[in-house]
């Protein structure tokens, strides 16, 4: 079956502009989570949503960057004023339920660049 | 932040060899994930352990648990060119929060 798909695969942006990121999850998958991946890293944790609510949003490095999940399925990140430094490889991954033994499923991830 | 630590960093070896690859992490954990990325198909779900094991075996993947060291290794028997790849630890908090560590490079020579 389909898997986490993410769009756009690469996006280039100015320092200052808006920019969203797009998630689709596999289907029936409550939970969904946001990571950021930069260059030699591993994932950095950033917001989990179960459902349409974000269970967690502890990760999100500041109040530029906001997720939504409005139908429980599709999910949008979204980065306003772009630094930089929010330069990095976002993925979204989901799971069955979130919680304890679930395995997360990831997308191929949006390499996002700040110019 | 990063909890986990994979070592070593990189790790280069040849094909049909056994390549180890060990992960320590700080705080108590519900469970320790392996994860293997590569550009062709990204981030994988190899094997996960849960705290109260000890080792897990998946085909030529074999994962030990030390939670009183906590620290975590994965032994892949037999490599092969296509194992090559940066595998991650991730730990797993109460929160059901996934923690990673920065990965180990590993490279399987023909």
């Known amino acids: 079956g389909a898997g986490v798909s993410q769009t756009p695969s690469n996006k280039v942006t100015e320092k200052g502009k808006y920019v969203e990121l797009r998630c689709d999850p596999i289907s029936g998958h409550t939970a969904l989570y946001w990571y950021r991946q930069s260059l030699g890293q591993g994932p950095e944790f950033l917001i989990y949503f179960q459902g349409t609510g974000a269970a967690d949003d502890s990760g999100l490095p500041n109040d530029r960057f906001f997720a939504v999940r409005p139908e429980g399925s599709v999910s949008t990140l979204k980065i306003q004023r772009t630094e930089r430094g929010d330069s990095a490889v976002y993925l979204c991954?989901?799971?069955?339920?979130?919680?304890?033994?679930?395995?997360?499923?990831f997308g191929p991830g949006t390499r996002l660049t700040v110019l | 932040s990063q909890q986990g630590e994979e070592d070593p960093q990189a790790l280069s070896i040849q094909e049909g060899e056994n390549a180890t690859m060990n992960c320590s992490y700080k705080?108590?954990?519900?469970?320790l994930q392996w994860y293997r990325q590569n550009s062709g198909r990204g981030l994988v779900h190899l094997i996960l352990?849960?705290?109260n094991e000890r080792e897990k075996h998946s085909g030529r993947l074999r994962v030990t648990l030390d939670t009183s060291k906590k620290s975590s290794s994965l032994l892949i028997t037999a490599s092969r060119a296509a194992d090559t790849a940066s595998y991650f630890c991730a730990t797993m908090d109460s929160n059901y929060q996934l923690i990673w560590g920065a990965g180990t490079k590993l490279i399987i020579k023909p």
């Open positions: 352990i849960r705290s």
């Open positions: 705080t108590s954990i519900n469970n």
């Open positions: 991954a989901s799971s069955v339920s979130g919680f304890g033994l679930d395995t997360q499923y």
